[in-house]
Every structure is written in C-alpha cells, then in structure tokens.
C-alpha cells in the first residue's frame, strides 16, 4: 500500500470549506446524519476533490467540484451521483448514497456525501508488494465487480436519461476536442489573438484562424494515414497495436493581424500512443514537451 496516495491528509487552504455551513444545510434535510464534528482531504489524485467527514458517531464522504472557472459540462458530481443511486439497487459493489446539493450557496459549488467504505490502495496496478494468493482474490474480486457492472441494464436501475446510447467514442472525441478548444481559446483571448467575448469566439469558431485541426487521429505506416472512426454506422473499437498521435497545435502564419511578435509562431505537442490490451504505451513519452526541457535541448 502506498502511503503517498493512501488515507487523508490536511485539507487544501484553497479545497477549504465551511463546516458550518455544510451542518446547517445537512439539518434542514431528512436525512439520519449526526453533526460533522471536522474533515480531511483525502490524498491522492481526483479531477473533484474529496474529503472524508467525522461526524459525532460516524464517518462520511464528501464529493465536491473545485472552486474556480470550470470547462462546460466538466466535474460534473451530479452524474457521479446518480449513476451511484442507480447501482446502490443493484449488485455492483457500490457506496451508498446520502444526498446531492447542487445549491452552490452552501460550500461554494455543488457536491455530494455517500457512505465511508474503508480499505486499501494499491498504486502498483499489479499490486505487486502483495503475495501471489492476496493478489489473486484482489484480482477476482475486481473482475467480479466489472462483469457484473457489464450485466446491468440501465433501464431497470433508473439511468434511461443518463446519456445517449451508441457512438460513444464519437461522441466522447468531440466532447474532447470541444473542452479543449474552450480551454486554449481562452489562452489565446488572454495573449491578446483573439478578441471579443469568449462566447462570440466559441460560437463563431475564431479560433480557427489560429487552430487548424482537432486533437488527433489514427496513426500507420506514415504519420498521417487516417481512417473513419465508424464503418456504416458501427463505430471502429480499438485493438492491440491500433497507434493513434494526440497533437493540440496553434500555428500563427505571417498574414495574421496580431502583434508582430507572434506571426511565423506554430507550436504542436505530440504524444504517439500505442493501443495495448493491457492498457497503453506512450510512444514518444521520453520527447521533450515542457517550455524549459525544449529551450535547454535547443541550446545544445
């Protein structure tokens, strides 16, 4: 068990929130939960930040969004939540859950609270400082857990209005590039190469001046082969050695009516990834991509 990923830790001045707050809230609504008495942070890395609440004579958890400016539709802890709720009647091992706040007046944004399960974290995916008999039941009870997650029919345990159904790799690409364009638009409206509200550009794609081409694609024989992520409908799921480049780029050619300190600039970082069955291997893992890194390799 690793110690640097496991257990709680202080809670993050900026993850901070009011307890009392939280105790008011939790006492209008008709729920059997004791006052929270304190809270930690639990260590590890998790996109929304969790804490583990003590109350007068139990333990919970709390799941929140962070505070701060977040991309559309990203952290999105109300989905977490009912796909818990949903899988709370069924035989997936799951959490029970307590109640959702989606009042951003309360703790500062929207979160939920379940029930405390206690157990352990194996950061090595293989759990390697375990023998071979404790790995084996880990193991079995994982795949236990997924299998019966793969039986459920989403229908019966309340999730018909969860998301569409089919092209979820499409679907899942485009959300992808979309939060992305909304991210590094915003970059280039800060440096001053677009102008206008970030709405305006969004909406009228301008950052297309500046962003010719999406996230990525199939990689072959050469880098640039492509291919279509469905075939009549049926969308192409990846197999061993499948290769795809995952490269965000913004290029600014002479022409722009920007600064001149930013024509003749093209920026792309790229990361090749092998598709395994186990998994994956970046490629290109060792290339150089930070700001630093690239300037020190050019000064050789």
């Known amino acids: 068990m690793n110690n640097q990923f496991s257990g709680t830790k202080d809670v993050a001045d900026n993850l901070a929130f009011d307890l009392n707050a939280l105790n008011s809230f939790l006492s209008t609504q008709s729920i059997d939960i004791s006052k929270i008495l304190d809270y930690k942070q639990f260590k590890g890395g998790q996109s929304n930040p969790t804490y583990l609440l003590n109350s007068e004579n139990d333990q919970y958890v709390l799941r929140r969004k962070p505070p701060g400016k977040l991309l559309k539709s990203a952290h999105a802890v109300d989905r977490e939540y009912k796909v818990l709720t949903g899988l709370n009647s069924s035989n997936v091992p799951t959490p029970k859950t307590l109640i959702l706040c989606e009042d951003e007046d309360v703790i500062g944004t929207a979160f939920y609270l379940m029930e405390y399960c206690s157990g352990n974290i194996y950061w090595d ?176």
């Not at 209005?161 to 979309?178: A, L, V």
């Not at 992305?180 to 915003?186: L, Q, V």
């Open 125 to 300: 995916p293989v759990a390697s400082e375990l023998d071979i008999t404790r790995r084996k039941k880990i193991f079995d009870q994982m795949n236990l857990g997924i299998s019966r997650l793969h039986t459920q029919d989403y229908i019966d345990i309340g999730l018909e209005d969860y998301g569409k159904p089919g092209n979820y790799i499409e679907r899942q690409t485009s959300r992808w590039t979309k939060q992305y364009f909304d991210s590094e638009t915003e970059v280039l409206k800060d440096i001053g190469l677009l102008k206008g509200s970030l709405d305006e550009i969004l909406e009228k794609n301008l950052y297309r001046e500046f962003y010719y081409h999406k996230i990525g694609h199939w990689m072959g024989l050469d880098v640039h082969d492509d291919c279509p992520y469905s075939i009549d409908g049926k969308e192409i799921l990846f197999e061993d050695d499948m290769v795809m480049t995952i490269e965000p780029g913004i290029y600014v050619n002479d022409t722009a009516d920007v600064e001149a300190r930013w024509k003749g600039i093209g920026v792309r970082i790229e990361n090749d990834i092998l598709v395994k069955s186990d998994g994956y291997e970046n490629l290109t893992a060792k290339v150089p991509v930070q700001a630093e890194e690239i300037e020190q390799l050019m000064s050789e």
